[in-house]
Structure formats: structure tokens, C-alpha cells
């Protein structure tokens, strides 16, 4: 596609409930990467796809927090048990490489609001 | 580990003015710098980047910034700002030994009023 797509745009959900949020990066982009936006704290990693490599889940907060790239391509970010403090608004960005010195194209982002 | 310190919360500014966003870093090795852009409900965009060579780069709507190592600095400026650079802007590392990830700061909201 012309950009990074993610959906759905926002979500609510109740506390305790499974979410699953998806992105669709540039076609032909190897790199695939989430990020998650809290108010007041800026963007904090969460966790990074490089072609068929094992992910880097560095960032993950905690085992409630899953990933996963199908085919090297669509990328679903998964929260168990939703927390309130899961709320935030969630980006995935691509890059056509390994390295993050090259460009990263965002998303518009999901906004999860945890009620 | 990297860290990234935007002191700025928030910087208004009239229009036609000029403008410095701060952005300083932390980190025992060689980085590369980054700022992004986001616009009101769009994504990130790339303002500019410093990899290497000359400390001053230049980017995109007339920003740019100036890489100081000693200072470990990496401010943006723009002579002259217009309403629609209202946006917040997230200054960023990441390594430059294979790092696979940007470290961003919090963040400056900056408001360009008439």
C-alpha cells in the first residue's frame, strides 16, 4: 500500500478483555516495529520484526503482551486482560531494512481506551 | 542504555518568529539522531536526521538542527514559523552498532499563535 495501515483506529474495550490490533506496513518493507504512546511519556518500544529473524520483544511490558508478523507481512499486536493503564495509543512503523538509521514510516496509530 | 531528555513540554510561539525545540541525549555509544513531526490525528513523519558528516542538517518545512557532541545536544530551529508547524515534535536516537530501535523523548507540543 502507499502507507502504513493499522486498525482499527480507536478501540474500547472493557478491562479484563483480549484486544487485537493490526498493522499492514509497506509493501516490500522488511522491518516491521510497535510502539505504544502514553500520554505525558512520549513513544516507548515494544517490539521488532526483521524479515524471518526472531523478533526482538525487548520491549513488551509484560506476558499479557504478544506479537506476531504472518508471512512477513501483517503484523497483529495482542493485550490479554486488559489493564486500564494499557490505554494509549499504539503505532507500527516499517522500514524497507534492517537498520533503523533509514527512514521509519508510522502509522495513524490504534487509540485503546481501557474502560 | 540511551536516554533522550526534551526539558520543553510545551513552546508557543507567535507566528513569524523564530523557534528552538531542545532535544539532549544519553548514551555510551556512537548515535544517530532523528526528529519526527506529528501532526494533529496523523502519523509520525521525518523531519530531519543526522547520521555523519556535517553537524548541521537540514530537513523538510524549513527546520533544522545542529548536532553538538560535546553538549550532547541536538536542537531544532526554524528562522520563521508558521501556523501550520503547530504540532508536537519527538527528538529520537538509535545506535549506530546495528541498533534496531529508536529511543524517543516525551515529546514537545509546539503552538504557533497569530
Known amino acids: 500500500g502507499a502507507g502504513v495501515s493499522q486498525s482499527p483506529s480507536n478501540k474500547v474495550t472493557e478491562k479484563g478483555k483480549d484486544v487485537e490490533l493490526r498493522c499492514d506496513p509497506i509493501?516490500?518493507?522488511?522491518?516491521l516495529y510497535w510502539y505504544r504512546q502514553s500520554l505525558g511519556q512520549g513513544l516507548e518500544f515494544l517490539i521488532y520484526?526483521?524479515?524471518?529473524?526472531?523478533?526482538?520483544k525487548s520491549g513488551l511490558p509484560s506476558d499479557r503482551f504478544s506479537a506476531e508478523r504472518t508471512g512477513g507481512s501483517v503484523s497483529t499486536l495482542t493485550i490479554q486482560r486488559t489493564q486500564q493503564e494499557d490505554s494509549a495509543v499504539y503505532l507500527c512503523?516499517?522500514?524497507?531494512?534492517?537498520?533503523?538509521?533509514?527512514?521509519?514510516?508510522f502509522g495513524q496509530g490504534t487509540r485503546l481506551t481501557v474502560v | 542504555a540511551q536516554s533522550v531528555t526534551q526539558l520543553d513540554s510545551q513552546v508557543p510561539v507567535f507566528e513569524e518568529a523564530p523557534v528552538e525545540l531542545r532535544c539532549n541525549y544519553s548514551s555510551s555509544v556512537s548515535v544517530y539522531l532523528f526528529w519526527y513531526v506529528q501532526y494533529p490525528n496523523q502519523g509520525l513523519q521525518l523531519l530531519l536526521k543526522y547520521l555523519s558528516g556535517s553537524t548541521l542538517v537540514k530537513g523538510i518545512n524549513g527546520f533544522e538542527a545542529e548536532f553538538n557532541k560535546s553538549q550532547t545536544s541536538f536542537h531544532l530551529r526554524k528562522p520563521s514559523v508558521h501556523i501550520s508547524d503547530t504540532a508536537e515534535y519527538f527528538c529520537a536516537v538509535s545506535l549506530t552498532g546495528g541498533g534496531n530501535k529508536l529511543t524517543f523523548g516525551t515529546g514537545t507540543q509546539l503552538k504557533v499563535e497569530l
Open positions: 509493501s516490500g518493507h522488511t522491518a
Open positions: 520484526f526483521q524479515g524471518n529473524s526472531a523478533p526482538d
Open positions: 512503523a516499517s522500514t524497507p531494512g534492517r537498520q533503523v538509521n533509514t527512514e521509519a514510516f
